[in-house]
C-alpha cells in the first residue's frame, strides 16, 4: 500500500489505513490558525488604516500586527494599541533591539 501523504510504500495494520505513520497522518490534517475567523478580515482593514507599510522602516513586505502593550500583560485589541511592523522589524522589538 502506498501512503496517501508520502507516497512511500508500507504494510497494512488495519483494513483502512491510508497513512504510513502517524506523522503523516498528523501532516494531512488542515491547520488551525490561532486567530478566529474574523481576524483576517480586520487585518486588511488594519493595514490599510496604516497604509500598508511598516511604521520603523517604511517597507510594505511581508507586515505583522504588532500589539504595543501585549494582550498577555492586559493590551487591547484596538487601533491605539496597534502598530504595523515587518517581520524584521517586528522580530527585532521582540528582541529588544529596537
Known sequence: MKCIKCKKEFKLRRANQVYCSR???QLSKPSRHRHGSKYFRYREIILSCFNNE???CGSNHKLNIHHIIP???GGKNNI??????CEK?????HKNIL
Do not use: F, G, V
Open 23 to 25: 506523522k503523516c497522518q
Open 54 to 56: 511598516c511604521k520603523i
Open 71 to 73: 494582550l498577555a500583560l
Open 80 to 85: 491605539n494599541n496597534i502598530a504595523i511592523l
Open 89 to 93: 522589524c517586528h522580530q527585532s522589538i
